[in-house]
């Protein structure tokens, strides 16, 4: 009884084989980037809806409340929009590759149209200025203990 030993994988950045890609192969790439992109586009809306509102009933209940060291509880928000703000700017940049793929795998199969996924890089950049700017607030109110009671306006 023989033993099979796979072949060595071919060395980094170099196709296994010097033939272009099956169209069917083609085709399933594109339908995986399809797929994945309208996921990433779910999965962004959620999280954001669910910053925003974890921020906001946060917020309000600090600024019925304003005393002690209750500012302590913008932390978890302040944290959570800096992870969403970098994971958003990272995601937006690693999907200008995914668009540059999808638009080659459009060219090879000679399809007249692509979808255009610079939609997704804009919606997590927009997403990440208006995370940056409610972690700027919440740092301010943790800052500025005082600020919510006026005291600095007068």
Do not use: C
Request: glycine residues 8%; charged residues 15%.
């Amino acid at each position: 009884m023989s033993e099979y030993v796979a072949a060595p994988p071919p060395p980094i950045g170099r196709e296994p084989s010097s033939r272009p890609p099956h169209p069917t192969d083609l085709w399933k790439q594109y339908e995986v980037h399809v797929d994945l992109y309208k996921f990433y586009i779910g999965v962004m809306l959620k999280l954001n809806g669910f910053y925003y509102l974890l921020t906001g009933l946060m917020v309000s209940y600090y600024l019925s409340r304003p005393e002690g060291y209750l500012r302590l509880s913008l932390v978890l928000p302040a944290l959570i929009g800096f992870a969403l703000f970098a994971v958003s700017v990272y995601g937006g940049v690693l999907n200008l590759n995914t668009r540059r793929d999808i638009r080659g795998i459009v060219a090879r199969l000679h399809m007249r149209t692509a979808p255009e996924f610079l939609v997704l890089s804009v919606l997590l950049w927009v997403s990440a200025a208006l995370v940056g700017i409610v972690v700027a607030g919440l740092l301010t109110l943790i800052a500025y203990p005082d600020l919510p009671s006026g005291r600095y306006f007068r």
